[in-house]
């Protein structure tokens, strides 16, 4: 049985990723920072389909995370190795020039950008050869969208981040992707999604396909990059927004 790590599996895409790689048949470790109750639903979820999962409270965004997370992860599964890494926990959003301080740079940075990064530095040495490491990224890192300057960055970074791990770790034949979803239906975005019908007409507007997506549009992309048939895709920002902008 693979062993897939999730971070910030508890709710939204990082849900949809737990929930569809156990039923792809591996044994997942979600992490989630704050919501137990959450995270305990998707681990019986998942159990109760006949697949096994675990949780690990994580919270990222200081020094020592990664560390702390891979030392719970250790004692957790018995330094049994790892085979599919998702970076899916990061902070949704961030405020326009005018607003934004130095504080929230440095946090959205810290959480969406050197924790990944720490993240896979920690798991090379528990990481299977032929691995997957998967990084959620943002369809906001190819646009100019002011409004939250400092996210779309942390996204575009990631990215950058992607493309030079996938040439380091493949000699070891593991690859390493971006998924790049749109606006989706998430907790993220329902503070002006849900319940706005100005506001939905205008988010499935945007993708070429006319709705607004879902969590599992984005977990059933992040199943395919984990699996064996994407074993030639690697360095790649796979977009996942619809079509969003065309």
């Known amino acids: 049985m693979k062993v897939a790590l999730v971070t910030g599996g508890s709710r939204g895409i ?16 979600l992490t989630y920072a704050r919501d137990q109750a959450a995270a305990a639903d998707v681990v019986a979820r ?8 675990d949780a690990i409270e994580a919270a990222f965004g200081r020094h020592g995370d990664a560390a702390q997370l891979w030392h719970d992860f250790d004692e957790l599964t018995g330094r049994g190795g790892v085979d599919i890494v998702v970076n899916n926990a990061g902070i949704g959003r961030s405020s326009d020039i005018a607003a934004l301080t130095e504080a929230e740079f440095d946090e959205v940075f810290a959480v969406n950008v050197r924790t990944p990064l720490f993240v896979v ?8 050869d032929g691995g997957r490491i998967v990084n959620v ?3 906001a890192a ?20 992607t493309l030079n791990l996938a040439k380091a770790l493949g000699p070891r ?7 790049a979803p749109g606006i989706v239906d998430t907790d993220v975005n329902a503070g002006w999604l ?53």
Request: glycine share 12%; net charge neutral; proline share 2%.
């Open 14 to 29: 990082g849900r949809a990723i737990a929930e569809r790689l156990a039923r792809d048949g591996a044994h997942v470790v």
């Open 46 to 53: 998942i159990a109760k389909d006949g697949g096994r999962a």
């Open 121 to 128: 530095q920690h798991a090379l040495s528990r990481l299977r």
């Open 137 to 139: 990224s943002s369809g």
């Open 142 to 161: 190819r646009l100019a969208m002011p409004e939250i300057l400092a996210y779309s960055a942390t996204k575009a970074a990631l990215d950058n981040l």
């Open 173 to 179: 034949g593991i690859t390493v992707n971006s998924v």
């Open 194 to 246: 849900r319940g706005n019908e100005e506001a939905q007409a205008y988010a499935a507007s945007v993708s070429a396909l006319g709705r607004i997506g879902q969590p599992e549009d984005i977990g059933d992309v992040v199943a395919f990059l984990a699996s064996d048939d994407a074993r030639w895709v690697t360095g790649r920002v796979i977009d996942a927004t619809g079509g969003s902008g065309l």
